[in-house]
């Protein structure tokens, strides 16, 4: 299974990116699709998740709710993560995972199988 972020950058407070995660590889017909985040020396935290092909989503995060929206394109196997009003705060490297099984979408970050290698996302004041 191949995970690949894309989409990340410099935007300023306030601003908007698009990160896009594109999956190869999945055999299972139930999987989730999660977004993660790490900064700087912080642990890595869940940011949102949606079940493939429900589209069931989940937020974990209280700080990125009406701010962040997901969703997928299960013809692609493919999910997004739409930030809006981004604020210093989410500056971080952003991953994207996959999660076999049709649990729902809240799991913890050791239910997660496969992984991107990240990007990297940075708001500026």
């Known amino acids: 299974v191949q995970v690949v972020e894309s989409g990340g950058g410099l935007v300023q407070a306030g601003g908007s990116l698009r990160l896009s995660c594109a999956t190869s590889?999945?055999?299972?017909?139930?999987?989730?699709i999660g977004w993660f985040r790490q900064a700087p020396g912080k642990e890595r935290e869940g940011v949102s998740s949606i079940t493939i092909p429900d589209g069931s989503t989940y937020y974990y995060q209280d700080s990125v709710k009406g701010r962040f929206t997901i969703s997928s394109d299960n013809a692609k196997n493919a999910a997004y993560l739409q930030m809006n009003s981004l604020k210093p705060e989410d500056t971080a490297v952003y991953y994207c995972?996959?999660?076999?099984?049709?649990?729902?979408?809240?799991?913890?970050?050791?239910?997660?199988?496969?992984w991107g290698q990240g990007i990297q996302v940075t708001v500026s004041p």
């Open positions: 590889g999945v055999t299972f017909d139930d999987y989730c």
């Open positions: 995972a996959v999660s076999l099984g049709e649990d729902p979408p809240d799991r913890v970050i050791d239910e997660y199988d496969y």
